[in-house]
């Protein structure tokens, strides 16, 4: 387990933030043909809103971004990002973890989507997401509130 902590964005976590987007997504997106380096990118930055966003950090600096954004009946999470060096350490359990109690407290549904074959799934079914519907390159899942 490493020690993480996690702050509200500013707009200036944008690069960085969608430069670890890139990376995390790349193997992902060049297995379903669709990777392209520049989209990657600026699809973070087009959504990326620092009023729903946090940043993750390990020993002060940026490891990943988590965003919560309210739409309809729903949360969105999106953009949950950790840098490859840290996945696998408890990091995004305990951030996810801390998201959907405060979701739970609000009677609030979870929903995302996941990359078709993404090993993120696997983490989103342990946190009590199932499959809504799926498309050639999307999974859409959702969360129940507890």
Not at 19 to 27: I, P, S, W, Y
């Amino acid at each position: 387990m490493v020690d993480w902590d996690i702050r509200q964005a500013s707009a200036a976590d944008a690069a960085e933030a969608a430069e670890l987007r890139a990376l995390v997504l790349r193997d992902d997106l060049e297995r379903l043909g669709r990777y392209d380096e520049q989209r990657v990118r600026q699809r973070l930055r087009d959504g990326f809103d620092p009023a729903h966003t946090w940043v993750i950090e390990v020993d002060g600096a940026f490891a990943g971004c988590v965003a919560l954004r309210r739409a309809g009946d729903a949360h969105w999470l999106e953009h949950f990002c950790l840098a490859p060096r840290l996945q696998g350490r408890g990091i995004g359990s305990g951030v996810l973890r801390g998201l959907l109690e405060q979701c739970d407290r609000d009677g609030v549904l979870v929903r995302l989507n996941v990359l078709r074959g993404s090993s993120a799934r696997r983490l989103y079914e342990r946190h009590g997401f199932t499959l809504e519907t799926e498309g050639p390159v999307d999974v859409f899942m959702v969360r129940e509130p507890a």
